[in-house]
């Protein structure tokens, strides 16, 4: 069973920048191609970034050139650093795990999630 524990979300004005740690506990993680996600409130959860094994990664276009992803498999933990935060960035950012090969952007294809992490944007 994994387990993944999602951090460092909290209030940041505009423009300013926050970084989201996801701590994965079980499995083999170096195996594993990490996603985060997000919800907004009244939304629907969106694709946000994904990391693969062997380090490529992929992103929703309304993220893309602001929000990177990362993994230290050593560490067994990914991260999403976020820069440029604007008010519509605000939701509950959650990590996920696929433990199958390749990039996914589908919701579905992720087999473990997180808690979630709130991020409020204020303008």
């Known amino acids: 069973q994994v387990q993944l524990v999602e951090s460092g979300g909290g209030l940041v004005q505009a423009g300013g920048s926050l970084r989201l740690s996801c701590a994965a506990s079980?499995?083999?993680?170096?195996?594993?191609?990490m996603g985060w996600f997000r919800q907004a409130p009244g939304k629907e959860r969106e694709f946000v970034a994904a990391?693969?094994?062997?380090?490529?990664?992929y992103y929703a276009d309304s993220v893309k050139g602001r929000f990177t992803i990362s993994r230290d498999n050593a560490k067994n933990t990914v991260y999403l650093q976020m820069n440029s935060l604007k008010p519509e960035d605000t939701a509950v950012y959650y990590c996920?795990?696929?433990?199958?090969?390749?990039?996914?952007?589908?919701?579905?294809?992720?087999?473990?999630w997180g808690q979630g992490t709130q991020v409020t944007v204020s303008s």
């Open positions: 079980g499995g083999t993680f170096s195996r594993f191609t």
């Open positions: 996920a795990a696929d433990l199958s090969y390749g990039l996914e952007y589908r919701e579905y294809k992720y087999d473990y």
């Open positions: 990391i693969g094994r062997g380090g490529n990664t």
